[in-house]
């Protein structure tokens, strides 16, 4: 079994911060890439930001510059730390991570429940 576990959301005033965190347990040989997904109600999922096993980032147009993605491999953990927020960053926050079980297996994804964060304008 694989878990992803969020932590750090919450309510927070317009141009607060928050760090959200991201934590893969179980039975794990290899993590490739992590990630952070947010869906705000009525929306589609949509990318954040990505974050390789070699810490290559790709983060989107709309939190760049205010959100910033990091990664402890040895943790098995994902980061990201999230600046002058705005109300329109009100979404529920998934972790994703591409994990291989076993040296024998694919690479298969895996999501977190979630995690609210709600920005107050």
């Known amino acids: 079994q694989v878990q992803l576990v969020e932590s750090g959301g919450g309510l927070v005033q317009a141009g607060g911060s928050l760090r959200l965190s991201c934590a893969a347990s179980?039975?794990?040989?290899?993590?490739?890439?992590m990630g952070w997904y947010r869906q705000a109600p009525g929306k589609q999922r949509e990318l954040v930001a990505t974050i390789t096993s070699s810490l290559r980032t790709n983060t989107a147009d709309s939190v760049k510059g205010r959100f910033t993605i990091s990664r402890d491999n040895a943790k098995n953990a994902a980061y990201l730390q999230m600046n002058r927020l705005k109300s329109e960053d009100t979404a529920v926050y998934y972790c994703?991570?591409?994990?291989?079980?076993?040296?024998?297996?694919?690479?298969?994804?895996?999501w977190g429940q979630g995690t609210q964060v709600n920005v107050s304008s």
């Open positions: 994703n991570a591409e994990i291989r079980r076993t040296r024998l297996d694919g690479w298969s994804d895996y």
């Open positions: 179980g039975s794990i040989f290899s993590i490739n890439a």
